[in-house]
């Protein structure tokens, strides 16, 4: 497939996703409230209030938060790192968006990911391991990965459906201490009664099934950003050379929490699941597409 057919295919497919997203947590509130008061109008409000919200409150938390978490130290200036600086500054124009703040995280394990709400509130964090592991062209390749990243907006995409999720748990919690102390919802018929069946299973389902989007949404941004990496770079086998090094390491990244571990390159926890739950395609996969570019 065309480079630029993959990077529109994907972008209509996380479209897709986003809005099945929104669906799903308006679908969930509506689900409460009728089981609760016979009233799905109520719920779908309640649902948009509080993801809309919670999703502001998310996108306005500064960048230094995610920083802190992942223990990483700012490089301010050129004679900090001058190679990684200067890499991170040309792919910026390159992509013609602001250079990133750049940070680095001391930890022996090859990684790196972007955070940020926007080009203009950017940071693009690597790992000493990452700069330790690979050689000039690898580097390049994954850093141009992460700035992929911002100028797709993907950053702030995540943002959102850790946000969405949030707000789908915190509703399934008000579901389930409603189904506990009894349902008043109207059951004075066979079609109300289906309903209500289906009420309650969305209710109960919904942590895993927003779960299973949020990781749709990391999987598929993951191509996107190989893609427009490559396209930066015009060196896709670089990337896949990268990639195969930073698997191949069995190092967890020390620092990476599970709310954090979507934003890496590669899955820094290195769990050995796959398929469903995985917060990143296969590696298999990502090289595969990107070997054919």
């Known amino acids: 497939m065309h480079l630029y057919q993959q990077i529109s295919r994907n972008k209509r497919k996380t479209v897709l996703i986003v809005s099945g997203f929104v669906f799903f947590i308006l679908a969930v509130g509506a689900a409460i409230t009728y089981t609760y008061i016979g009233d799905y109008i109520s719920g779908i409000v309640l649902a948009a209030v509080l993801g809309g919200v919670y999703t502001l409150f998310m ?21 900090d790192h001058a190679y990684l600086w200067n890499t991170v500054d040309s792919l910026s124009l390159v992509a013609q968006i602001p250079q990133p ?4 995280i001391q930890d022996a394990s090859p990684n790196a990911f972007a955070a940020g ?10 790992t000493t391991g990452l700069l330790d592991r690979l050689n000039r062209e690898e580097l390049e390749a994954v850093i141009a990965h992460e700035i992929a990243h911002v100028r797709n907006y993907d950053v702030r995409l995540a943002t959102i459906a850790v946000a969405l999720v949030s707000a789908i748990a ?20 066979k079609q109300n009664g ?45 990337l896949a050379n990268a990639l195969r090094k930073i698997t191949q390491s069995n190092q967890p990244v020390k620092e990476a929490s599970s709310t954090s571990a979507s934003l890496y390159f590669a899955d820094p926890l290195k769990k050995k699941a796959a398929g469903l739950f995985s917060t990143h395609p296969q590696p298999e996969e990502r090289i595969k597409r990107l070997e054919s570019m």
Do not use: C, Q, W
């Open 170 to 189: 915190i509703l399934s919690d008000i579901g389930a201490r409603s189904m506990m102390y009894g349902s008043r919802g109207r059951r004075d018929n």
């Open 117 to 126: 709400t926007s080009p203009k509130k950017a940071a693009v964090a690597v």
């Open 101 to 104: 703040r750049i940070f680095i």
């Open 59 to 79: 996108l306005s938390s500064s960048t230094n938060v995610v920083m802190r978490m992942n223990h990483a130290r700012e490089v301010r200036s050129a004679d």
């Open 194 to 238: 289906i309903i209500l069946l289906i009420s309650f299973i969305l209710i109960l389902l919904s942590p895993v099934v927003a779960t299973l989007i949020r990781l749709a949404i990391s999987r598929n941004r993951e191509f996107l950003a190989d893609a427009t990496a490559a396209e930066l770079t015009r060196n896709p086998n670089a």
